[in-house]
T-cell receptor, first 113, second 116 residues
Framework: DAKTTQPPSMDCAEGRAANLPCNHS???????VYWYRQIHSQGPQYIIH???NNETNEMASLIITEDRKSSTLILPHATLRDTAVYYC??????????????FGTGTLLAVQP | DAMVIQNPRYQVTQFGKPVTLSCSQT?????MYWYQQKSSQAPKLLFH???????NEADTPDNFQSRRPNTSFCFLDIRSPGLGDAAMYLC???????????????FGPGTRLTVL
């Protein structure tokens, strides 16, 4: 599975968009980009995933560059409850098998009031 | 609500004294995972069960064992805890196979283990 690089920490003002970058320059054609987050003292929580098209759900948007070497997770209106460590994970999307998650170091997003 | 439950949330044990952590789920998922998360580090997969089939990660120490008596329950046994085993232990579940190729993992709140 490809390695990811994320900034260790970021700040964002409450109500503003939070843009979390992730570099995955060694990603291969059959690898997907996944995002999970971990709020303090809780288990990680799935946010979103994508292959090459931009994706949006009720929690966030995922923008993947055309060459797929980097992506950005966007929280459109960050709240204090979005303060968490955000993990960008790249891995093969198995068909019918288990999906092991290999977590990188993640980005600690601190939403400021 | 369907969920992943871990008991206890906090566990204290003594150096070398066996300890068991438990995980239960009401999601009826056939895959269950155990992760170890040390302070300020990312979660690290220890092993997982695909139905009754146990799959150990290559670098998981022999000190860590697991049991899955039925679909709903999975246990993590640490035979002789050392000080370096103090960590948060996370249980997760997913469903495989399914019509969807992506299997989201659902995590429990974790058990924080202290070794004295």
């Amino acid at each position: 599975d490809a390695k990811t690089t994320q900034p260790p920490s970021m700040d964002c003002a409450e109500g503003r968009a939070a843009n979390l970058p992730c570099n995955h320059s060694t990603i291969s054609g059959n690898e997907y980009v996944y995002w999970y987050r971990q709020i303090h003292s809780q288990g990680p929580q799935y946010i979103i995933h994508g292959l090459k098209n931009n994706e949006t759900n009720e929690m966030a948007s995922l923008i993947i560059t055309e060459d797929r070497k980097s992506s950005t997770l966007i929280l459109p209106h960050a709240t204090l409850r979005d303060t968490a460590v955000y993990y960008c994970i790249v891995r093969v999307r198995y068909g019918g098998a288990t999906n092991k998650l290999i977590f990188g170091t993640g980005t600690l997003l601190a939403v400021q009031p | 609500d369907a969920m992943v439950i871990q008991n206890p949330r906090y566990q204290v044990t003594q150096f070398g004294k066996p300890v068991t952590l438990s995980c239960s789920q009401t999601l009826n998922h056939n895959v269950m995972y155990w992760y170890q998360q040390k302070s300020s580090q990312a979660p690290k997969l220890l092993f997982h069960y695909y139905d009754k089939d146990f799959n150990n990660e290559a670098d998981t120490p022999d000190n860590f064992q697991s049991r899955r008596p039925n679909t709903s329950f999975c246990f993590l046994d640490i035979r002789s805890p050392g000080l370096g085993d103090a960590a948060m232990y996370l249980c997760a579940t997913s469903r495989a196979p399914s019509g969807r190729l992506f299997h989201e993992q659902f995590f429990g709140p974790g058990t924080r283990l202290t070794v004295l």
